[in-house]
């Protein structure tokens, strides 16, 4: 078949062949079952190649994800069998020739077997669920345990709240993401779509784990495992995991309180832990005191009162006031206008985030005049009585 002058033997060549084709292939569904960003860029998706079909989720969420579990199994399952057959029509006579050499054929034919009856058990499965318009899909049976009669009337319901601009949705991972309406938080994952009514639903956090970043960095990423335990007979718990950081989003959204267990822990953030620092270091400056009473709120957040003001305080390293040097910190003019976690953060905002260790010995400039300050001239209010 080749034309090529080589040392190896035919059969060697062929393996290779045999294998590269192989690695093309688990590249090829590997893109297909997890989308890169760049597939997704150019709507190379399952999602997007039948939006025509799929529908619109925002419009009708339940029906287009009945369509999407049911297309998304059968597109996957069809995948080994599409690889045995390219396999097949590309090597199909080495392996008869490989066939009288190696035994192993008898469970390589096993395996083709399996691989190529997969569509066929997906299908089935496929046609079962959308046998009476849903009624058996799993999602349909779910939502039929909060309307007795039928299931359509829950899946309108969530239909319209979806609809509103009040819903969270969030994608927690490559397969997973979490969609919480005014009343109901749902799971949807490639196959399923897992729901549950708020109103009679716990949410425990039942784990947290983190994970550095990067070998070098101090920085580190934590997930929640949370438990959405309906306390309806027939509807089955699932577990969501969300990055610790949009749990308090998800705490909002929610109608009751989440509970936290025992041992679970959320770690702070390296801004939470400069903002104590700051703190605490404030506390060591001098105060400022007036006789005015601070009415106005915080220019940055709009909810604390400002409670710090800046002045220079701080000499130099001979001791010296050094307000005429150009690196040295400058007066400040503007009334107290930020409560002190705000200057911390605004203060951390403008420090070379790649050098965390010494930020507290940097400068930064006051958020309304632009006049130099440090860490040392940061000084909390007192009011004179
Ligand atoms: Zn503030
Ligand atoms: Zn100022
Ligand atoms: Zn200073």
């Known amino acids: 078949m ?3 002058v080589s040392s ?52 009708e969420f339940i029906q287009y994800h009945l369509r999407r579990t ?7 399952s069809i995948l080994p069998t599409l690889y045995v057959v390219c396999y097949y029509l590309k090597f199909g006579d080495i392996i008869e020739y490989n066939a009288e050499v190696f035994p192993i054929f008898v469970l390589w034919n096993f395996l083709i077997f399996f691989l190529m009856i997969l569509p066929v058990i997906s299908a089935t499965v496929i046609y079962y669920w959308c046998k009476d318009n849903y009624a058996n899909h799993p999602l349909a049976q779910n939502l039929q345990k909060y309307s007795r009669e039928n299931w359509i009337q829950a899946a309108r319901d969530i239909n319209a709240e979806n609809r509103r601009d009040n819903k969270l949705c969030m994608k927690t991972s490559a397969i997973h993401s979490v969609v919480a309406t005014a009343n109901w938080i749902m799971k949807v994952s490639y196959y399923s779509v897992s729901v549950a009514h708020q109103s009679d639903t716990a949410l425990i956090a039942i784990r947290s784990d983190s994970h550095d970043l990067s070998e070098i960095s101090t920085e580190s990423v934590q997930f929640v495992n949370i438990k959405v335990k309906p ?12 990055n610790a950081l949009d749990f308090k989003t998800l705490q909002d959204r929610m109608m009751r309180p989440i509970t936290i267990l025992d041992g679970v822990t959320f770690s702070k953030t390296v801004i939470d832990r400069f903002i104590e620092v700051f703190k605490q270091q404030v506390l060591l400056n001098p105060t400022y005191t007036t ?32 307000t005429n040097n150009e690196h040295g910190c400058t007066n400040c003019y503007c009334r107290p206008m930020w409560c002190v976690d705000c200057l911390a953060k605004w203060f951390a905002s ?15 400039s006051c958020p309304m005049c632009r006049a130099k300050f440090c860490i040392l001239d940061v000084c909390y209010v007192e009011l004179n009585r």
């Open 2 to 4: 080749s034309s090529v």
């Open 8 to 59: 190896k033997s035919p059969n060697v060549n062929m393996q290779e062949a045999e294998f590269g084709f192989s690695i093309l292939f688990f590249l090829f569904s590997f893109g297909i079952i997890y989308p890169p960003q760049e597939f997704e860029s150019v709507g190379l998706t399952i999602n997007n190649v039948f939006s025509s079909y799929l529908g619109s989720s925002d419009i």
């Open 70 to 76: 049911c297309l998304t199994l059968l597109i996957h």
């Open 231 to 242: 306390t309806r007979v027939g509807v089955s718990e699932f577990i969501i995991r969300i």
């Open 291 to 322: 006789d005015e009473v601070i009415l106005d709120l915080c220019f940055a957040c709009m909810q604390a009162r400002p409670n710090v003001k800046l002045q220079k305080k701080c000499t130099n390293e001979f001791g010296n006031d050094d």
């Open 350 to 364: 403008r420090q070379d985030q790649q050098e965390k260790e010494i930020w507290l010995q940097q400068k930064c």
